[in-house]
């Protein structure tokens, strides 16, 4: 495990490096990132490159301990690339061009701005192939960020390419759009523009367009992070590549194709100040089904304008433990002190402005210490699962491009079910469509409003040989262009749900019905009903209510030797914590009993060895039980020597690293 901090030398003046180098060391980091928004530094003219700072950093830093990562700084482009080509710049839906300033004020089509973060990018790598301070490279920053979808006239005409490597006729394409509707069949490649706002905004665009052009984006963005990520593997094959995600807060490009081209994944954590955020961790681990890096994590409040809450005593070392028990090997943290100029000036650090070591220090400190002691004991392990839940950005563009109702939004299912089952100690990994399915008991397919034939034949095949699946509303409406499928709902998957929707009523969030279970129990629901027909199905629950009452709303149906649930309704919270004690008990998966609320439950196994990580994400003390005989691994000298049973108590924001005897 490592422990690291993002460091900015160029803010500060040098003689202050070797005190901070010896802060850190003493806090016990081992790696920090620099460089990642120090374009006009490095480059401080046009070929005119100064990596002479950048070298006496790294050196001052390698003399206490510390590696470096390095970042590309193409997330800032200086101010004499603009002067020189003012159409770097993106433009935004109004047609209106963006200025210099803050971040991210590139567009990825243009050819200028790809030419120089191509040769920046050489040149850095190129220098630090040799130095062994130097372990590997985060492309970029946070992409995605910010104005990702630009709609210039480059752009444009990237995107008509895009569309031509696709489709190959404007016939396939006119049809597969169903542009006879408002007349907007193209006679020419030429007439498709890049969705700029119309009279009735940009969303009244034709839906299979704008999701075509939300992939264009996503597929520009993922070849501009490869072209990065292959000079570096070209020049530095033994130095990784990584890059920031932001967990489940962008949805500018589809991470899982990006994953392919990092070694590991990276993301910045950001947490509320109350709440949990397993379920982003979940997210990143399952893009490659591996370990991950938390490249940025909190340490201070935050905001550019206004400030977020401090953290609370015990806070930032629960959310540094929380990381580590959901598969992250290394945590670093954002920043190492708080910067005097500039927009994220109250974008706190660890250290405030005045650089004097307090709290927050202190208790990064202590972690420091436990991560020395822990990690003979971490290395090698990982997180394992029986449950998964997909998570799809194509479901996310479609469903962001035309809302169904107030209050659904494609990942509703999705949250519901991964906090029942983090609720009842159940862990769960989020995949994408294309994982194999077969590795788990149970797969979760939240609202696949878009569904092709392959996709459905995946998931009848992962059902008929055993699987169960549950799927939800909103299931099968369209085909993978945007394009309305002429079946009954569910679709595609209506055969092996064994239902079809005959109708639905989007009551949204200010509406409420009701369902009775086949025992009788009663649970409200909102914001949408399906209505179901039979054709095979068992009813699991009915509506108690509206002119639907008595009709199915919950069904089970079985395929194969599997099982397909289909969910038509948003019951309350109530009932996913009941069918998750359902499946709990009929799949046989390992839960956790008697978990108190507000405590997270997460295993990181190896094939000699497992250790059980509770985590106490409230501000009030808890006491967890224990199921069978452990050794605490955190503690005093020789307290894994101890065997601990019954019970454990965590203060607030208390952590418990447990190894199973």
């Known amino acids: ?15 202050r490096w070797k005190i901070d180098a010896k802060l850190m060391r003493d806090a016990g980091f081992s790696v920090v990132r620099l460089a990642e928004f120090a374009w006009s530094r490095l480059e401080p003219s046009e070929e005119v ?3 002479s700072w950048l070298d006496r950093a790294i050196d001052t830093l390698d003399d206490a301990g510390i ?4 970042g590309t700084p193409t997330a800032a482009p200086p101010a004499w690339m603009i002067e020189r080509y003012p159409d770097i710049l993106p433009v935004d839906v109004q047609g209106v061009q963006q200025g210099f300033g803050a971040r991210l004020h590139r ?9 120089y973060a191509r040769a920046v990018t050489v040149a850095m790598v190129d220098h630090y192939k040799g130095w ?15 104005p990702a979808r630009c709609v210039c006239d480059t752009c444009a005409e990237r995107f008509r390419q895009w569309l031509k490597r696709k489709y190959g006729t404007l016939d396939t394409l006119n049809a597969q759009w169903g542009a006879y509707f408002w007349s907007q069949e193209y006679r020419a ?3 498709i523009p890049a969705p700029r706002q119309t009279p009735y905004g940009q969303v009244y665009h034709n839906p299979s367009l704008l999701l075509d052009y939300w992939r264009f984006v996503s597929d520009l963005i993922v070849e501009f992070h490869r072209e990065q990520a292959r000079i570096v593997k070209a020049i530095a094959p033994h130095q990784f590549v990584t890059h920031n995600m932001m967990g489940l807060h962008c949805h500018s490009y589809d991470h899982f194709a990006f994953g392919a081209e990092v070694d590991f994944v990276s993301w910045d954590n950001y947490p509320p100040p109350t709440g949990s955020v397993a379920m982003a961790h979940d997210l990143m681990r399952g893009i490659k089904g591996a370990n991950f890096w938390v490249m940025e994590e909190k340490s201070g409040p935050t905001g550019a304008l206004k400030m977020s809450p401090t953290p609370r005593p015990g806070q930032i070392r629960m959310w540094t433990w929380q990381a580590v028990a959901r598969g992250a090997d290394a945590v670093v943290y954002f920043r190492w002190r708080s910067c005097r100029g500039g927009a994220e000036q109250f974008w706190h650090g660890i250290l405030n402005h005045d650089a004097v070591p307090r709290r927050r220090y202190r208790e990064i400190k202590e972690v420091g210490a436990e991560f020395e002691q822990l990690s003979p004991a971490v290395a090698g392990t990982t997180v394992e699962n029986d449950v998964a839940i997909v998570y799809s950005y194509d479901q996310v563009w479609a469903h962001n491009i035309q809302p169904q109702t107030d209050g659904l939004t494609y990942w509703l299912h999705g949250e519901k079910f991964h906090s029942a089952f983090s609720r009842a100690g159940v862990g769960v990994d989020i995949i994408g469509l294309s994982a194999d399915f077969s590795k788990y008991k149970l797969v979760i397919f939240p609202s696949l409003f878009l569904l092709d034939e392959k996709i459905a034949n995946r998931i009848v095949g992962y059902i008929k040989n055993g699987g169960w699946a549950l799927l939800t509303a909103r299931t099968g409406v369209k085909n993978w262009n945007n394009l309305a499928w002429d079946k009954p709902l569910p679709g595609l998957l209506a055969e092996c749900a064994g239902i079809e929707i005959d109708e639905y009523d989007a009551i949204s969030n200010r509406g409420q019905n009701g369902v009775r279970t086949a025992d009788g129990k009663e649970y409200s629901v909102t914001i949408w009903c399906d209505i179901i027909d039979l054709k095979g199905a068992e009813p699991l629950a009915r509506y108690t209510g509206d002119f639907y009452k008595d009709r199915p709303a919950i069904t089970v149906n079985q395929c194969g030797s599997g099982r397909a649930y289909y969910l038509g309704t948003v019951p309350e919270d109530a009932w996913y914590r009941d069918m998750v004690q359902i499946y709990v008990k009929e799949l046989s998966l390992a839960d956790y009993p008697g978990l108190p609320e507000g405590v997270e439950a997460s295993w990181r196994v190896a094939p000699d060895k497992k250790l059980l990580f509770l985590v106490n994400i409230t501000g009030e003390e808890r006491c967890a039980p224990l199921h069978g005989k452990f050794r605490n691994l955190l503690g005093e000298p020789g307290a894994s020597e101890k065997p601990v049973t ?7 924001y208390g952590v418990r690293v447990l190894l199973k005897a």
């Open 189 to 191: 490649w030429h007439q």
């Open 49 to 51: 490159y100064d990596f």
């Open 67 to 70: 590696k470096t990562v390095l």
């Open 1 to 15: 495990m490592r422990l690291g901090v993002d460091y900015y030398p160029e803010h500060w003046h040098e003689d």
């Open 132 to 146: 062994p301070q130097v372990i590997g490279w985060q492309t970029d920053n946070e992409l995605g960020e910010g």
């Open 107 to 115: 567009c990825f089509s243009n050819p200028h701005y790809r030419e």
């Open 646 to 652: 019954g019970q454990v108590t965590m203060p607030s």
